[in-house]
């Protein structure tokens, strides 16, 4: 088997026939579809058993009590048999050609394929593609890698960083791709970048990523320790120390701090941005990679402070 592709699923009856749809549409036979439905209450799981029982070759639909993203996606792991494995959130949908054009790469041996990503908006026209790999982060392309998009959905991996490194997604955590991320490329050695969309990423309205305050939003910082914990006992954290502390810079005091001021708990958010930058990386404004940013943004990212904070709660939401 040379793909094995992992979709967890979980009450997203109005996406996931788009989703399974692109799946089975993609020119490539040597493949398994791996469903999980994660205890929905809607209709994903007929809709997925729908698909198993019309494509019995391609696709098992397996069932499992409620556990959230990463357990479903470690479930489906279980049972994958592919030299390479990817996955796909089912409110997303592929992007053609994606596992077709990258099959000899595949078969060549490469241990990451890397592609672009669209954000796919109700309004067509905000609609934007991201770049899979920041190409001008960093002379060192493995630093390269650290420093673009970590998320799981826009890459194909070599089965060995699951089966051998038994790298697994963290259980009950939001931005749970940003570990196994970093780690596939701390140990990826042949690495491809298919300068092109490989998947389209829904934003829905209501979503965790989306929604104006969840104490969700605070787990960025547990999987900041986690990252912390495993780069050390690899002992590769000085290293990578710098890639690292921008990662922290961009989601608590960036990235992170746009979405914490729109939300109603931004002061707790970042009190404890501020509080875990000083106590883990003291010197981060100092940070090579922050010259990269805008002049706007290095303006906000140098005076966003706790004496700031109304300010910039104005300006980035129109509320005071």
Not at 196 to 221: A, C, H, T, W
Not at 241 to 256: C, P, S
């Amino acid at each position: 088997m040379l793909l094995s592709v992992i979709v967890p699923v979980y009450n997203v009856e109005n996406y996931i026939f788009k989703c399974l749809q692109s799946l089975v549409d993609e020119e490539i036979f040597d493949v398994e579809i791996i469903v999980v439905d994660d205890g929905s209450t809607d209709n994903s799981f007929k809709i997925a058993k729908e698909f198993e029982l019309k494509y019995p070759n391609k696709i098992k639909v397996y069932q499992k009590n409620n556990g959230g993203l990463s357990d479903a996606r470690n479930f489906g792991l279980n049972y994958a048999k592919g030299d390479y494995i990817t996955f796909i959130d089912s409110d997303d949908y592929l992007e053609k050609g994606f596992y077709q054009n990258n099959i000899s790469k595949l078969k060549e041996g490469y241990d990451l394929i890397i592609g672009d990503i669209r954000y796919v908006y109700s309004d067509p026209n905000k609609n934007f593609v991201s770049k899979g790999l920041n190409q001008n982060s960093s002379d060192d392309f493995k630093k390269s890698l650290f420093l673009s998009p970590l998320f799981a959905h826009n890459k194909i991996y070599h089965k060995k960083f699951f089966k051998e490194y038994n790298f697994r997604f963290p259980l009950g955590l939001n931005d749970e791709d940003t570990i196994v991320s970093l780690l596939v490329f701390v140990f990826a050695e042949k690495v491809y970048y298919y300068d092109k969309v490989s998947l389209n990423y829904v934003q829905r309205e209501g979503s965790i990523m989306n929604s104006k305050f969840n104490p969700k939003m605070f787990d960025i910082f547990t999987i900041f320790d986690l990252v912390i914990a495993e780069f050390k006992k690899y002992n590769i954290y000085d290293l990578y120390f710098e890639e690292l502390e921008y990662l922290a810079i961009e989601n608590m005091l960036y990235y992170g701090a746009f979405r914490f001021l729109r939300s109603s708990g931004y002061k707790q958010l970042l009190t404890k941005s501020f509080d875990y930058l000083k106590a883990k990386f003291p010197n981060h404004l100092k940070n090579k990679y922050l010259k990269q940013l805008s002049f706007k943004n290095r303006v906000f990212v140098y005076t966003l402070n706790k004496y700031s904070l109304e300010f910039w709660r104005v300006i980035i939401s129109g509320k005071n």
